[in-house]
């Protein structure tokens, strides 16, 4: 499906600045909006806003960075209807599991009421395809691994798991009323240029630089699937790009690697030991991640590309390039 114009949400945001570039390198123009919520340091985000921009610049493809709420309907339908966007890719959402513990109801506005507004006026204008940034925390502490799409996911163990299984069920409940071309990616454990500073990869990198202990919960045998940005964007894109009705998809590595494995690969990329501060297992974690990305592959067309250690090496590049400018 081609779209003359996008709407990215969260585009200040990790996956969603690299989103809006992969857009606009493509010719397509975009309108990002965030809250620059300060969950972390808000000058983060205006640096990424900055490099979009300069893409934009480079590549003379229209971009329009709003400051807003995505809980306002009236902000969210005159974007749509100025700047005749086509579709909207939603990635805006309060993120954190363990943060979503000591406020959930803060995440219930924004990634519950947020996802709903979106919908609604979506079926008011001229959207022809949502696309929804969901999670694999909905699958909670599933026993059966790989995690495929047709498990239930009845019983998240955090707020934030909670919020994401609620959006994609208004996600369905929207196109089952209005006819939505509505895609659904439930994205496991994203890292690369630009992560969050919270997530484990930055905080590992960060610490072992500076010579500073490792914060590690649990015994290490937790295990996650770890999917590079640059491969979650290209399936963001192909989902935008499908003609899908209305898809539940899981993007991820189908590698998964314990927390052991991944200080000792950071070890390696770095050159360096790190010194491990021992601490009990978190509220909210879950054991592991693995995804079954089958759906990926036979509906989009999709195949992890980056392996873990050419990602941490991009990432490292990234940070170095970062702290030295």
């Not at 491969?231 to 998964?256: F, K």
Request: hydrophobic letters at 40%.
């Amino acid at each position: 499906m081609v779209v003359d114009a996008v709407l990215v949400t969260g585009a200040a945001g990790f996956i969603g600045s690299h989103t809006c570039e992969a857009l606009l390198q493509r010719g397509t123009p975009v309108v990002g909006l965030d809250n620059f919520d300060p969950y972390y340091d808000v000058a983060i985000k205006e640096q990424n806003v900055r490099e979009i921009e300069n893409t934009g610049q480079r590549t003379g493809i229209a971009f329009t960075m709003v400051e807003g709420d995505i809980c306002d309907g009236s902000l969210v339908k005159g974007l749509l209807e100025t700047h005749g966007i086509q579709a909207i890719i939603h990635l805006a959402a309060k993120a954190g599991v363990r943060p979503s513990l000591e406020a959930p109801l803060a995440y219930a506005r924004t990634n519950i009421e947020g996802t709903l507004t979106l919908l609604e006026t979506a079926c008011r204008t001229n959207i022809r395809r949502f696309v929804f940034g969901s999670s694999s925390s909905v699958y909670g502490d599933a026993a059966r691994v790989p995690f495929s799409e047709d498990q239930p996911v009845s019983m998240p163990i955090s707020p934030y798991a909670a919020s994401k299984v609620a959006g994609e069920s208004f996600c369905y409940t929207y196109h089952a009323l209005y006819d939505l071309p509505t895609v659904c990616l439930r994205l496991f454990t994203v890292y690369g240029p630009r992560q969050r500073p919270d997530l484990a990869i930055n905080k590992f990198v960060r610490l072992i630089l500076a010579g500073e202990p490792v914060p590690r919960y649990g015994d290490g045998s937790s295990s996650r699937d770890y999917t590079y940005v640059g491969d979650i964007v290209r399936g963001v894109l192909a989902a935008l790009d499908s003609n899908i009705q209305w898809d539940i998809i899981n993007l991820g590595s189908d590698s998964p690697i314990t927390l052991n494995e991944l200080i000792g690969a950071v070890e390696q990329v770095l050159g360096r030991g790190a010194r491990i501060d021992e601490l009990p297992p978190q509220p909210g974690d879950v054991r592991q991640t693995h995804a079954d990305i089958t759906k990926a592959r036979t509906i989009l067309g999709w195949n992890p590309e980056v392996s873990l250690r050419e990602g941490l090496e991009h990432f490292v590049q990234w940070w170095e390039s970062t702290m030295q400018s």
